[in-house]
């Protein structure tokens, strides 16, 4: 799939693992998790290529952020995106990286 970033510090995470902002500041595993599931999101040719990767747990999000898919980074933090359907293949683009709170635990 096609991979865009919504934000330049998610593109800089993933391409020089950091982003260069003391805001986004992430630890080591959480950067190694993160680009390690967006290297499988552009590795995958559809949605349904991600089932099978169980440690990503995958998820359609509900609410306000229905319209929104979901991949674990590790235990704490989940990478988001939205996926469009093009005539060539799925354009995914990650909106952000979200940490996750005692609910979802």
């Known amino acids: 799939m ?3 970033f919504n934000e330049d510090y998610l593109e800089n995470l ?3 693992g950091q982003t260069g902002l003391k805001k986004f500041k992430f630890q080591p ?4 998790g993160y680009q390690k599931a967006v290297k499988i999101l552009i590795q995958a040719s559809r949605i349904e290529d991600l ?3 169980k440690s990503l747990h ?3 999000l509900h609410g306000d952020k229905d319209g929104r898919f979901s991949v674990r980074a590790n235990d704490q933090y989940r990478v988001e995106f939205t ?7 799925p354009v995914i683009t990650i909106c952000n990286i979200m ?3 005692n609910h979802y635990k």
Do not use: C, G, M, N
């Not at 595993?29 to 190694?32: A, E, K, L, Y």
């Not at 996926?83 to 293949?89: G, P």
């Open 2 to 4: 096609v991979v865009t």
């Open 51 to 53: 089932f099978p990767f």
């Open 29 to 32: 595993q959480v950067v190694r």
């Open 14 to 16: 993933y391409t020089k």
């Open 99 to 101: 940490e996750l709170s």
């Open 58 to 60: 995958f998820e359609a």
């Open 83 to 89: 996926v469009e359907q093009t005539t060539d293949e």
